[in-house]
C-alpha cells in the first residue's frame, strides 16, 4: 500500500513548523512518529499533500517536574516517544502509571518511533495513551500563530479523530499531576499483545478513563461518582458503561464490549487500591 | 527529494519520492531483498530494521524520514568472510525458523530484545518479540534461538556497523 503523493517539509523549530502549517492550511499534516497518520495515508483514509515533519525539533522531547509542592506538574514534551517515557525515571517516580501505559502501546518497534504528542493530536478512541492522560486529568499544551493554551484533557478528545485543536496549532506539551505513590492501574483486552484494545480502562485517585467505549476516549462518570459517595469497587465497576455508547466490529460486539468495560474497570480499581 | 541514507555500512544519495516507504527503498533502490514485507500495516515484524540504533518496522517510515540514518539490514550481519552474526547462528544451531519469511525482521528484532536486556528469560524475549509474527507458528525455537545467542556475549545484542543499537 502507497499514500498519495504529498510534499515533504522538514523542520528544526515550533515556529518553523507553526509557519508551515499557516502556509499550507488544512491540506497540511505534522508528521511525528508516523505511526498513526502513515498507516492511515497508506490506506488512502487520510491524503493530506504537505507533510510537516516535526520529529527533528530536539527540545519537545522531555519530562520534568514543573513547581514545586502539591501544585507541582509533570510536563511532558509533545516529542518524546513511547520508549523514552517508558523509561524515564522521573515520570516512573512521579506518574508512574504514564510510563506503565507508554510500555504496553504496540510492540517495541511501534514504541521506538510513536510519540505522546502524535497519539494525542490523533485521537483515536482506542489509545492507550489518551485513555491514561485523561485519568490523571491536567492538560494539553497547545502553540499556534496567537501564542500558547492550555486545554484540560476533559476537553481536548471530542469525537473520532477530533480534537479541541485548530488546524493552526501543535500539541507541544502535555501536564499532568504528581501521583507518587498514589495507586493505580491499567487494564487492557487485545486478542494480540501488540494489537489496539478492544477495551481498556485507566484508573487512578478515585477517575477511571475508557478507551474504545465511544467516539473518542471517555471519562467513566458514572463509576466516579459512585465511588466519591463511597460505593464498593464492585459496585461502582458495574457502572463503568453508563453513559458509554462503543461500537461493534468483528472482534466485539457492544454488549461484550460493556462487559468488558465493567469488568475492566473493576480489576484496574483492584489493582489501584491494592486488593 | 535526495535522501543520504547509509545502509549497511555504505552511504549513497538517491533522488526519491516523499512517498516511498523505508522497506521498498531497501528493497528496489538498494536492492536489498532480505527485508520482507508481509502485513504491510506495522503488525507482522517482518520488514523489521534497525534505525540509528533502534528496531522499526521499516513499511511504517518513509524513505525522506530516514535522511541522513543509519540503517542495518539482514545483509549487514555476517562478517566480510561469511561468518555469521552470533544471531544468525543461533537461529540455525536451534533451527528458530521453518518457511522462514518471517525469519529477517525476527532477528533484527531480536537483536534489538538482546540490545535492550543482554539475557532476557523466556517470557521476556516473548514480550520483546511481540511485534514479530510467525505464520509456521515456530516461536518455540525462535526463543530457544535468541537465548543462545545471549550466551554467546554482547555481539549478539550489536549489528558490526558503527552504530550501537542502544535498545
Redesign the interface.
Known amino acids: 500500500m502507497i499514500p498519495s503523493p504529498f510534499e515533504y517539509v522538514k523542520v528544526r523549530s515550533v515556529d518553523e513548523a507553526l509557519a508551515a502549517l499557516t502556509e499550507h492550511g488544512e491540506d497540511a499534516k505534522l508528521l511525528a512518529g508516523g505511526h498513526s497518520l502513515l498507516p492511515i495515508m497508506k490506506l488512502r483514509l487520510a491524503i493530506p499533500t504537505v507533510l510537516i515533519d516535526i520529529s527533528g525539533i530536539s527540545d519537545l522531547s522531555y519530562v520534568r517536574v514543573d513547581g514545586d509542592g502539591p501544585d507541582a506538574m509533570v510536563a511532558i514534551g509533545a516529542g518524546t516517544r513511547h520508549f523514552e517515557l517508558e523509561r524515564d525515571d522521573v515520570a516512573r517516580t512521579e506518574v508512574p502509571l504514564l510510563p506503565h501505559v507508554a510500555g504496553r502501546v504496540g510492540d517495541p518497534q511501534v514504541r521506538h518511533r510513536g510519540t505522546i504528542g502524535g497519539t494525542t493530536a490523533h485521537s483515536d478512541p482506542a489509545s492507550d495513551l489518551p485513555t491514561a492522560l485523561l485519568a490523571l486529568g491536567g492538560t494539553v499544551v497547545l502553540q499556534g500563530p496567537g501564542g500558547r493554551r492550555e486545554v484540560p484533557v476533559t476537553e481536548f478528545w471530542t469525537g473520532f479523530f477530533e480534537t479541541a485543536m485548530s488546524p493552526d496549532e501543535m500539541v507541544v506539551e502535555l501536564r499532568v499531576p504528581r501521583t507518587g505513590s498514589i495507586g493505580w492501574g491499567y487494564e487492557k483486552f487485545t486478542r494480540r499483545e501488540n494489537d489496539w484494545p478492544i477495551v481498556a480502562a485507566a484508573a487512578v485517585d478515585g477517575r477511571v478513563a475508557l478507551a474504545n467505549m465511544a467516539g473518542s476516549v471517555v471519562r467513566a462518570t458514572a463509576t466516579e461518582e459512585a465511588l466519591a459517595r463511597g460505593a464498593s469497587i464492585a459496585e461502582a465497576a458495574e457502572l463503568a458503561d453508563q453513559g458509554t455508547s462503543p461500537g461493534a466490529d468483528m472482534h466485539a460486539d457492544q454488549e461484550y464490549r460493556r462487559h468488558l468495560a465493567r469488568l475492566l474497570t473493576r480489576r484496574a480499581l483492584e489493582t489501584a487500591a491494592g486488593v | 527529494?535526495q535522501v543520504s541514507i547509509t545502509v549497511n555500512g555504505e552511504q549513497r544519495t538517491d533522488e526519491v519520492?516523499?512517498?516511498l516507504?523505508l522497506a521498498?527503498y531497501l528493497r528496489e533502490v538498494r536492492g536489498l531483498k532480505a527485508t520482507n514485507i508481509g502485513c504491510?500495516?506495522?503488525?507482522c515484524?517482518a520488514c523489521?530494521v534497525i534505525v540509528d540504533g533502534?528496531?522499526?518496522?521499516s513499511c511504517?517510515?518513509?524513505a525522506?524520514?530516514s535522511?541522513g540514518a543509519q540503517v542495518t539490514t539482514l545483509e549487514g550481519l555476517a562478517g566480510p568472510d561469511g561468518e555469521l552474526h552470533p544471531m544468525q547462528a543461533a537461529f540455525r544451531a536451534e533451527h528458530g525458523l521453518q518457511c522462514g519469511f518471517c525469519t529477517p525482521g525476527m532477528v533484527m528484532?531480536a537483536i534489538?530484545?538482546l540490545a535492550?536486556n543482554p539475557d532476557p528469560t523466556d517470557r521476556e524475549v516473548r514480550?520483546?518479540l511481540?511485534?514479530?509474527l510467525c505464520r509456521c507458528t515456530g516461536y518455540h525455537n525462535i526463543v530457544r534461538a535468541v537465548r543462545t545467542a545471549a550466551q554467546a556475549g554482547p555481539a549478539a545484542g550489536q549489528v558490526p556497523q558503527a552504530q550501537e543499537v542502544e535498545?
Open positions: 527529494m519520492e516523499p512517498r516507504l521498498h504491510d500495516s506495522t503488525s515484524g523489521t533502534l528496531s522499526v518496522k511504517t517510515v518513509l525522506v524520514q535522511d528484532a534489538g530484545v535492550d514480550e520483546g511481540e511485534g514479530n535498545a
